[in-house]
């Protein structure tokens, strides 16, 4: 799975696998165990997690969610310790370290409490999804062959 099949709805929790376009909208799949299917109209936001970037004082203003999420896998191989209940500086802490230069007025607690707890979700149910694009494609051609 990669992070253009993965979507997030304002105002449902978790994270969903798109499965295909309707004529009423999409047709998600909850990635939590009870892979509940769920059709979403025009009027719903839908966010799919490889066109989410967060705030940067960069050139470039923002980094790929896709990116942040390697560096945290990278270092922190699927524990972080962290929970969405967990404090308010220990979140802002965390993603400082992990994103030195993330912009601390555009970037809000409860966005890095959606990011630990995507992170977690996916690092339980698909710790591939964070490989380099190349070779995830690799993986998931294996995978298809056995």
């Known amino acids: 799975m990669n992070?253009?099949?993965?979507?997030a709805v304002?105002?449902?929790g978790g994270l969903f696998k798109v499965l295909k376009p309707s004529k009423a909208g999409v047709i998600l799949e909850?990635?939590?165990?009870?892979?509940?299917k769920l059709v979403v109209g025009a009027d719903a936001r839908v966010s799919i997690l490889s066109e989410i970037s967060i705030y940067t004082h960069t050139q470039e203003g923002s980094t790929p969610l896709i990116d942040v999420m390697r560096k945290i896998?990278?270092?922190f191989d699927g524990d972080t310790g962290l929970t969405k209940n967990s404090d308010a500086e220990e979140l802002k802490s965390f993603l400082k370290h992990i994103l030195p230069d993330y912009d601390e007025d555009r970037v809000y607690v409860s966005d890095i409490k959606k990011l630990i707890t995507w992170y977690n979700l996916l690092a339980e149910i698909d710790p591939d999804s964070f490989m380099k694009d190349e070779e995830n494609q690799e993986a998931s051609k294996e995978k298809?062959?056995?």
């Open 30 to 36: 909850s990635l939590d165990g009870k892979k509940t």
């Open 10 to 12: 304002a105002g449902k």
């Open 73 to 75: 896998h990278e270092e």
């Open 144 to 146: 298809e062959a056995e």
């Open 3 to 7: 992070f253009g099949e993965i979507a």
